[in-house]
């Protein structure tokens, strides 16, 4: 007799991943025990995740439950809720990832002008999406291959260039959280920004920081918490969108993503370029769990990073005694950066990729990120003391060995040869998503960002064509 296998193998495979204890170390640990507190939004996780998903998984529209487009019931409500706890004028709820959320920002800034400077290293999202626009872009690259991070001081350069010849950009995009695990100092940013060209509109990717806004150790360096005090005290007033991949970091469904609108002016430019985006048939689960995600960080999101820095800290003391010095310096090499609070890199001198597969295969260990020769743990809430034993047991097993300082200037020099491509085509290093040369005639001062190509680790390299209509 045929199985399920047979049929339908995609199912089959997922079924057997599921049946896996896994120790997630990527993004939310959602398949593993929720650490919920309060017993209502526990219950609240359990009708979402337990009842079945034909219940929940509706076709329905206003008459009985919301309008995905311009809604006026429960959605407009729970959107509403989060923009007071986020601080925003505005934010939507995105059930096609942020990968959408950062197309329907980029449409809305589009809507202010068409000159735009964008950082090169940001998610490839934000370059098709400039893209689809047909916007005026400049690029700026990466000041260190092998940690991310765009360069901001020549943003600001550039910034200047274009403000004293009377030709401002209208709109300038950056990744805030990167994959490699930096955060942004967007006060700074924000600040120098206004002071230099006061009219310029931000887009902040900030895909992998949307938990910490709701952490006192945090919170004061995330993008919705700074926009929303410098607007409020008048120290920047150009709009501002910021996006969060929920899933990345809270308790959220994958595809679970925020785009939050500071500036009144610009939340019908934000409506609208949802609208142009998003589905019109809004996956329910999800937009429910943008809800409840937000109602948990609202009321434990404090205590649970606070969790999670502690269980980051037991690593890194682990790791220091392992004679590794250097655990979470990735940002020393900008003032403008610093080390996310919940992720971890660690350098080392071996593989990444054999390490984590052997983590993976013996201790159900997965931690699929790595950025350059880095493994890069994420410890956002939900990792546990189970995970965190299982990741120490496995790391003591395969013995790691630190990067010495003239291995990373070694390798910050490698500079390896690119697969040929196009004029028309991208050749985008996936994970992290992140073009490692653009079409030509896109990238001023040249087509590749400033990623060595080892940075890409042993990412799988695509090359994806555009239209260029000159
Ligand atoms: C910086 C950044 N922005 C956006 C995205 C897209 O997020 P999503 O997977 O939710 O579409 C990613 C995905 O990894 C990312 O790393």
């Known amino acids: 007799m045929s199985t399920v296998a047979d049929d339908a ?6 079924h057997s991943a599921a049946s896996r204890r896994v120790y997630n170390f990527h993004a939310l640990p959602w398949g593993g025990r929720l650490e919920v507190q309060d017993p209502r ?10 009842r079945d998903l034909r219940c929940m998984d509706v076709s329905y529209g206003r008459d009985l439950l919301d309008a995905p487009f311009d809604p006026s019931g429960p959605l407009s409500e729970a959107q509403a809720r989060a923009a007071v706890v986020f601080g925003s004028d505005s934010t939507i709820f995105v059930s096609m990832g942020a990968t959408c959320a950062n197309t329907i920002a980029v449409g809305a800034a589009a809507e202010f002008g068409r000159r735009v400077l964008v950082d090169a290293t940001a998610h490839q999202s934000v370059h098709f999406a400039c893209d689809l626009y047909r916007l005026e872009v400049s690029r700026v690259t990466s000041l260190s291959p092998s940690s991310g991070g765009v360069d901001v001081e020549c943003i600001l350069a550039r910034l200047q260039e274009a403000a004293a010849l009377g030709r401002p950009f209208h709109c300038v995009v950056v990744g805030s959280s990167t994959y490699s695990g930096l955060r942004l100092d967007v006060s700074d940013f924000m600040h120098s920004i206004h002071r230099i060209s006061p009219d310029t509109n931000l887009v902040l990717d900030d895909a992998w920081s949307a938990v910490h806004s709701f952490g006192d150790q945090t919170a004061n360096s995330s993008p919705t918490t700074v926009a929303r005090r410098l607007r409020d005290r008048g120290e920047f007033d150009a709009n501002v969108w ?6 990345k970091t809270m308790y959220a469904m994958r595809q679970a993503a925020y785009v939050h609108t500071f500036g009144r002016s610009a939340v019908a430019a934000t409506q609208s370029s949802a609208h142009r985006h998003h589905t019109s048939s809004p996956s329910w689960p999800i937009m429910a769990s943008l809800d409840l995600a937000r109602a948990h960080a609202q009321s434990e999101g404090n205590d649970r990073i606070r969790d999670a820095m502690n269980r980051k800290a037991v690593i890194e003391r682990w790791l220091h005694a392992k004679g590794f010095d250097g655990v979470g310096d990735a940002a020393t090499f900008s003032r403008w950066f610093h080390q996310d609070e919940l992720r971890l890199v660690i350098p080392i001198e071996e593989s990444p ?4 597969e052997v983590l993976l295969a013996q201790d159900g260990v997965y931690l699929p990120q790595q950025f350059g020769p880095n493994l890069i743990a994420n410890i956002t809430i939900g990792v546990d003391d189970e995970a965190v034993d299982a990741l120490l047991s496995g790391l003591s097993r395969v013995q790691i060995t630190p990067r010495t300082d003239a291995q990373r200037k070694a390798e910050q020099r490698g500079d390896a040869p690119y697969p040929t491509v196009r004029d028309n085509e991208y050749l985008i290093a996936y994970p992290p998503g992140v073009p490692l040369v653009f079409p030509e005639s896109r990238l001023e001062g040249g087509s590749r960002t400033g990623f060595a190509p080892n940075s890409a680790g042993l990412a799988t390299l695509h090359r994806v064509s ?3 209509h000159e």
């Open 466 to 468: 555009t239209i260029l």
């Open 242 to 247: 910021v996006t969060h991949s929920a899933h």
């Open 9 to 14: 193998p995609l199912l089959a495979s997922l």
């Open 41 to 50: 939004l526990a219950a609240a996780y359990g009708e979402l995740t337990q």
């Open 353 to 356: 990729a054999a390490i984590r």
